[in-house]
């Protein structure tokens, strides 16, 4: 990251570089985070984020950064001398906070800024960055992709701060608002409803925002000569999907499935979080579909490739809407709760596909018995994840959080019965929405709702490193893979 930090600042920096220099009055600039067991370093303590306000300017191409301000609206906790945000692979130009121009430096991937004045305890601020949001980079880094015609944004799990600078943790949700400006002939959508469309000369722009909360993982933009295709979903639900424009008739059969797939969850787990929905189709080699949040984001070839069973197609979109409750509407109060995002979509995933194309839930439950195991030595059990591998931050999104933490709600299933399972799922999403919610809490509430103890269910299920007895299938087995023998 590229900064100009002003005299007092270039001191602080100096002084800890020098030990021939008189010690200057703060530390020096640090990266912090907010103790999450396999992100430490992401999250910045101090503060809650109550808005941003992103404008970003894209000129037609794809490979030079956009420029691009963001507002952040937060309340401050405890007094701060210095504020974190997170921050990296951009250049930053200004820096004010509450109207005042600000020092800043960058520390790791932190951006340390110093107001003129520290900020009171209990008090609102406003912090406004002037910086580059630059698409250039590795694959697979997260942030922005580059499709065949644009640009969207696939921030899952720490990389929302490669795009915009924020207080990157899903524990810490806001609202937004994106502006984009963009060549005329380009489309920008975000995510929540649009606002405001306008066109002046060579350019158009557009204003989105949401109507609830949201982390700041699940954040999209996506640009493009794109067709925004409009329909209803049930009770009136405006369903919006973004696909590529020459792409529109040939996709037409898989986007008129959506409204049919919101009432299949509603009626598994009650009313829609959110004030719209929809599927966003882009031309990408991702290698995996993203549940960012009102717009779910998908290859092109999933649905172009022939190859592709139907069925199996069907139930990925599922898989993604049904993200929309569990993980985006509640959200992870931290990393290691991941198994409630993915173990639930691939759970209703799974009911769906058993319900609309006959594919046996049981049998896919035995199947993951058989490996789960092997997943947990590989991964770690579904509720203490290993972390992922360094630099390979999409490494956490192992099998153990998918089906083998599906395997989890198939257990609990067989143990409270499915009346009370289904009550479960719909007071989770209904207590903890527009929140965040933790493993703990989960467990609470399945405990309360089956009107029984289950700890010592959970603690063998989520933590051991072995997998317990499937309740009603003793004939299951499961074992770890041995170890090569020596030569």
Do not use: C
């Not at 100009?4 to 010690?23: E, I, K, M």
């Not at 956009?66 to 507002?71: E, G, R, Y």
């Not at 209990?122 to 250039?136: E, N």
């Not at 990925?316 to 509407?329: C, I, K, P, T, Y």
Request: glycine share 8%.
């Amino acid at each position: 990251m590229l900064h100009t930090p002003r005299r007092r600042l270039r001191a602080v920096l100096l002084a800890a570089a020098s030990a021939t220099l008189v010690a200057a009055t703060l530390p020096e600039p640090t990266a912090l985070g907010i103790g999450d067991p396999l992100f430490p370093r992401l999250g910045n303590p101090g503060y809650d984020v109550i808005e941003y306000d992103i404008a970003l300017t894209y000129e037609g191409s794809n490979t030079k950064p956009l420029d691009a301000v963001t507002k952040i609206d937060a309340w401050a906790h405890r007094r701060l001398g210095r504020v974190n945000l997170d921050f990296t692979h951009g250049t930053v130009r200004s820096v004010e906070v509450n109207g005042s121009p600000a020092e800043f430096a960058s520390a790791g991937e932190d951006l340390v800024i110093e107001p003129s004045t520290a900020v009171a305890a209990g008090s609102r601020m406003q912090i406004t960055v002037t910086h580059t949001s630059d698409p250039r980079g590795p694959k697979g880094a997260g942030g922005w992709v580059r499709t065949a015609d644009g640009l969207v944004m696939a921030n899952q799990a720490d990389a929302a701060h490669r795009v915009f600078p924020s207080n990157d943790h899903p524990a810490d949700k806001a609202f937004f608002v994106f502006r984009v400006t963009t060549p005329k002939n380009l489309t920008a959508v975000a995510n929540g409803r649009r606002v405001a469309h306008s066109w002046n000369g060579s350019r158009a722009s557009w204003i989105y925002r949401t109507a609830h909360p949201m982390a700041t993982e699940l954040a999209q933009v996506a640009i493009g000569r794109s067709a925004v295709v409009e329909r209803q979903g049930p009770h009136g639900l405006p369903i919006r999907d973004v696909v590529p424009a020459a792409d529109k008739a040939k996709l037409e059969p898989w986007l008129k499935k959506t409204p049919g797939h919101v009432q299949w969850m509603e009626d598994k787990v009650g009313a829609y979080p959110f004030e719209t929905y929809g599927v966003l189709v882009a031309d990408a080699d991702t290698g995996f579909a993203l549940e960012t949040q009102t717009l779910s984001l998908f290859e092109r070839s999933m649905f172009t490739n022939a190859a592709s069973s139907k069925w199996y197609v069907d139930s990925v979109m599922v898989h993604e809407l049904a993200h929309q409750w569990f993980g985006n509407s509640v959200s992870p109060r931290t990393w290691s709760d991941l198994w409630l995002n993915e173990g639930h979509a691939t759970w209703y995933e799974a009911l769906y596909a058993e319900e609309k194309a006959k594919q046996p839930l049981a049998e896919r439950m035995r199947q993951a018995y058989a490996r789960s195991d092997s997943w947990r030595t590989a991964g770690g059990p579904p509720a203490a994840p290993k972390a992922p591998a360094a630099g390979q931050q999409l490494s956490l999104f192992r099998p153990v959080v998918y089906d083998g933490s599906a395997l989890v709600l198939y257990a609990l299933r067989q143990t409270i019965g499915a009346a009370a399972f289904e009550r479960l799922e719909r007071e989770w999403v209904s207590e903890h929405r527009d929140s965040t919610a933790s493993t703990e809490d989960f467990t609470q509430l399945a405990s309360r709702v089956a009107g029984r103890d289950l700890s010592g269910f959970f603690q063998g299920w989520l933590y051991g490193k072995k997998t317990p007895a499937m309740p009603g299938h003793p004939d299951w087995r499961s074992q770890a893979p041995k170890a090569p023998a020596a030569r």
